[in-house]
């Protein structure tokens, strides 16, 4: 065989093996995606049966950060302790927490950075905004770093 017929030979195979790298990358990331997905998933359906616990299950504990109204929460324990005391007196009063317009940009294999809207409709003082999130795999599972939320209240409607 000609050496120029061994380097097309050569060129041709790692351009195959190339192509097989990118797209298991892209399989792997999409997949981590979705693994995200499913936490916020969880997350939603906690909120909205009330185990505020459960919840907070899609935190870092203790470590996680976060941010809302202009204030750092103290921790995992003070963010839960927040939501129990602002949210948890009755149903009404935690309302229905639903994610949208999730998007999800992947940092590392151990970092991603999660932005979505969100909206907590209740009877008195509905919220909509946005949460800003970096997502951090730990111990093969991943969980909320940082939290910051940007909210505002919804106008209720008034009758007439």
Same mark, same amino acid.
């Given at each position: 065989?000609?050496?120029?017929?061994?380097?097309?030979?050569?060129?041709?195979?790692?351009?195959?093996?190339?192509?097989?790298?990118?797209?298991?990358?892209?399989?792997?990331?999409?997949?981590?995606?979705?693994?995200?997905?499913?936490?916020?998933?969880?997350?939603?359906?906690?909120?909205?049966?009330?185990?505020?616990?459960?919840?907070?299950?899609?935190?870092?504990?203790?470590?996680?950060?976060?941010?809302? %109204?202009?204030?750092?929460?103290? !921790?995992?324990?003070? =963010?839960?302790?927040?939501?129990? /005391? &602002?949210?948890?007196?009755?149903? @009404?009063?935690?309302?229905?927490?639903?994610?949208?317009?999730?998007?999800?940009?992947?940092?590392?294999?151990?970092?991603?950075?999660?932005?979505?809207?969100?909206?907590?409709? %209740?009877?008195?003082?509905?919220? !909509?905004?946005?949460? =800003?999130?970096?997502?951090?795999? /730990? &111990?093969?599972?991943?969980?909320? @770093?940082?939290?910051?939320?940007?909210?505002?209240?919804?106008?209720?409607?008034?009758?007439?």
């Amino acid at each position: 065989m000609s050496s120029r017929l061994r380097t097309i030979l050569a060129a041709f195979a790692f351009a195959l093996m190339a192509s097989n790298v990118s797209a298991a990358g892209a399989a792997s990331e999409e997949a981590e995606k979705q693994a995200i997905l499913a936490v916020i998933a969880r997350m939603e359906a906690a909120w909205n049966r009330g185990d505020f616990r459960g919840y907070m299950e899609g935190f870092s504990n203790p470590d996680v950060v976060f941010v809302s %109204r202009g204030e750092f929460q103290k !921790d995992w324990q003070g =963010t839960l302790d927040h939501y129990i /005391r &602002d949210y948890g007196a009755s149903d @009404a009063t935690r309302g229905v927490l639903h994610f949208s317009d999730i998007r999800i940009e992947m940092l590392a294999p151990d970092a991603a950075q999660l932005v979505s809207r969100f909206r907590l409709d %209740r009877q008195k003082d509905p919220l !909509d905004g946005i949460s =800003t999130r970096l997502m951090r795999k /730990r &111990d093969g599972k991943w969980v909320i @770093a940082l939290n910051h939320v940007s909210s505002r209240e919804i106008p209720c409607a008034t009758e007439h």
